[in-house]
């Protein structure tokens, strides 16, 4: 076939445009002539889904080579749905969201917390823009100044009785289920937002300190605990670390005894 006689290829559809047919096929599902299961779910339901979902994807992730190569777009896939079904449910609440808030407020919150890149003078944000301590920092100078802002807004709010003035602490609102070093983690990248990593390593050091430290291994945890933190200042999750450090140990093991 001579090149005249060849098919024009045509233009390729945008990335994300895979996206909006996701949405209708969510919408789809909701409608009322939809899945009956479907309709029933709320986010409550959901939630053991959400986490589920999230444990396959670490799976992946951790253990790369023991899953085919199409494992981590297929399990994503499986998360999409979770964030895409949530929102769902959100354009049936009071006040209605829908997943455009969801995708404003990333876009929101990527354009505050990133001026090197979409700052009215990106070139002047940073000194250097390939220094990636430097863009954890600014990382952290902007989620600082979020806090300190909602703080007073919440402030403003309690002195008109609408509101309580309590501040949130580090640890709030971390769930409960969460591992210990990924709590661990959320603390000290909170405190280090807010300036206070000091302030929570001699807390730390007065609870290692303790008289009954030795009946819960208090030495061993304030060890962990400076691990976390050197974890965190290089922006690797220390729980992520060792999860996927056993995965990749199991396997070795399992291989090397024909397992």
Not at 56 to 83: C, R
Not at 122 to 147: M, N, T
Not at 172 to 178: K, M, Q, V
Not at 190 to 218: H, I, K, N, P, V
């Amino acid at each position: 076939m001579s090149t005249a006689q060849r098919p024009v290829p045509s233009d390729p559809a945008p990335r994300g445009s895979a996206l909006l047919r996701a949405v209708e096929v969510m919408e789809a599902l909701r409608a009322p002539s939809g899945d009956a299961w479907t309709h029933r779910q709320t986010h409550a339901s959901l939630a053991r889904y959400l986490l589920e979902e999230t444990h396959e994807v670490l799976e992946v992730i951790d253990d790369p080579a023991g899953h085919g190569p199409g494992a981590l777009p297929d399990e994503l896939g499986d998360l999409l749905f979770q964030i895409l079904f949530h929102a769902r449910v959100g354009q049936e609440e009071e006040p209605a969201w829908d997943v455009d808030d969801v995708a404003r407020s990333f876009v929101a919150k990527m354009e505050r917390r990133n001026p090197h890149v979409f700052g009215d003078a990106p070139e002047q944000a940073l000194e250097d823009p390939a220094d990636v301590e430097q863009i954890i920092a600014q990382w952290h100078a902007v989620k600082a100044q979020e806090k300190q802002q909602d703080q007073q807004g919440r402030q403003i709010q309690g002195s008109s009785g609408t509101a309580p003035t309590r501040p949130r602490g580090w640890a709030e609102g971390i769930p409960a289920e969460l591992p210990a070093l990924q709590t661990a983690a959320k603390i000290v990248h909170r405190a280090r937002s807010a300036g206070g990593l000091e302030q929570l390593l001699a807390a730390a050091d007065a609870a290692a300190s303790a008289e009954d430290a030795d009946d819960w291994g208090g030495d061993l945890g304030r060890a962990l605990l400076d691990l976390v933190v050197a974890a965190e200042g290089r922006d690797d999750d220390p729980e992520t670390a060792l999860r996927a450090l056993l995965a990749r140990t199991v396997r070795e093991l399992e291989q090397g005894t024909g397992a």
